[in-house]
Nanobody, 129 residues
Framework: QVQLVESGGGLAQAGTSLRLSCAAS????????MGWFRQAPGKEREFVAA???????????YYADSVKGRFTISRDNAKNTLYLQMNSLKSEDTAVYYC???????????????????WGQGTQVTVSS
């Protein structure tokens, strides 16, 4: 079983930055997608950023329009860790952020939260103005 643990959340002022981390453990596994989602109170979980691949070892990067140019997804394979660098934070970025991994074969878009089979517990990000 894959275990994912997020960290790095907290309180930040608008215009500043935060870096989220997601440590993976639980043995060996292959992924076709790994990424970040967020959920604000009263709203559905939405896609933020992800790496995805199909039929190769090359991962392509995907971002939600709302964060493109401000957030950067990265990973450290040696540490089994996924990161989300969040710059120029806005109040609307306030949400619980979740990391997720997809190991099953599927044609679903990497932007679809329902297609991921492993999730972390989430880390709260609060942006004040």
């Amino acid at each position: 079983q894959v275990q994912l643990v997020e960290s790095g959340g907290g309180l930040a002022q608008a215009g500043t930055s935060l870096r989220l981390s997601c440590a993976a453990s639980g043995g060996t596994f292959s992924t076709n997608a790994m990424g970040w989602f967020r959920q604000a109170p009263g709203k559905e979980r939405e896609f933020v950023a992800a790496f995805g691949r199909s039929g190769s070892s090359i991962y392509y990067t995907y971002y939600a329009d709302s964060v493109k140019g401000r957030f950067t997804i990265s990973r450290d394979n040696a540490k089994n860790t996924l990161y989300l660098q969040m710059n120029s934070l806005k109040s609307e970025d306030t949400a619980v952020y979740y990391c997720a991994v997809r190991t099953i074969v599927t044609l679903a878009t990497v932007r679809s939260s329902g297609s991921y089979n492993y999730w972390g517990q989430g880390t709260q990000v609060t942006v004040s103005s």
